[in-house]
């Protein structure tokens, strides 16, 4: 039996004859205008035209339409990348802008917390009434300027003493 090698390489003859070089110079510039084909590819297409094969059977012939096909996916796919790394940019800006403003509030949240236990809370209320519960409202979304806290003052101890004898004199 006869075994057909891999590659069959087959010649074609042009003629000097005015219709050979009229069809040669059609061909030459064809394939200057399709750089992507080869003159095996244009001459395997005539053939198969000119057999009349249907498509169907007919390899995947890489033609100017499906190379042009090919190269509208690689444009869409390099813009799809584009629009995500520009999506992930702004979304990894946001996420760092979220993360700067809890740190804000985390900070502010200590300072009012020890504003708060270092302030002293005086309740005082006349000797008729009886002691109402004081209550300390505070509003989250106002701010409070935020002033020097003066530490309370240290009663001396024996001018405490002397004031229960003032009062009785």
């Known amino acids: 039996m006869f075994q057909w090698s891999k590659k069959v390489v087959k010649s074609v003859t ?4 005015v219709a050979d070089e009229s069809l040669l ?3 030459e510039n ?3 205008k399709q ?15 000119t057999l009349c094969v249907p498509e ?40 760092e802008a979220l993360e700067r403003q809890i740190l804000q509030l985390t900070q ?28 300390e409202v505070v509003n989250p979304t106002a701010t ?3 002033y020097p806290v003066n530490p309370p003052e240290e009663v001396d101890p024996l001018i405490s003493r002397l004031s229960q004898y003032l009062d009785d004199f």
């Open 14 to 17: 042009f003629n000097p004859e």
């Open 25 to 27: 110079a059609v061909v």
């Open 30 to 32: 064809y394939l200057e």
């Open 35 to 49: 750089p992507d084909k080869t003159f095996s590819d244009l001459c395997k297409e005539a053939l198969w035209q």
């Open 56 to 95: 169907s059977v007919k390899p995947g012939l890489k033609t100017a339409a499906t190379g042009a096909v090919e190269q509208k996916i690689d444009d869409l796919q390099r813009q799809v990348a584009d629009l995500e790394e520009r999506f992930f940019a702004k979304e990894s800006n946001r996420l």
């Open 108 to 135: 502010q949240l200590a300072h009012l917390a020890i504003t708060v236990t270092e302030r002293p809370v005086v309740y005082s209320s006349p000797p008729s009434a009886p002691p109402a519960p004081a209550v």
């Open 144 to 146: 409070t300027p935020t």
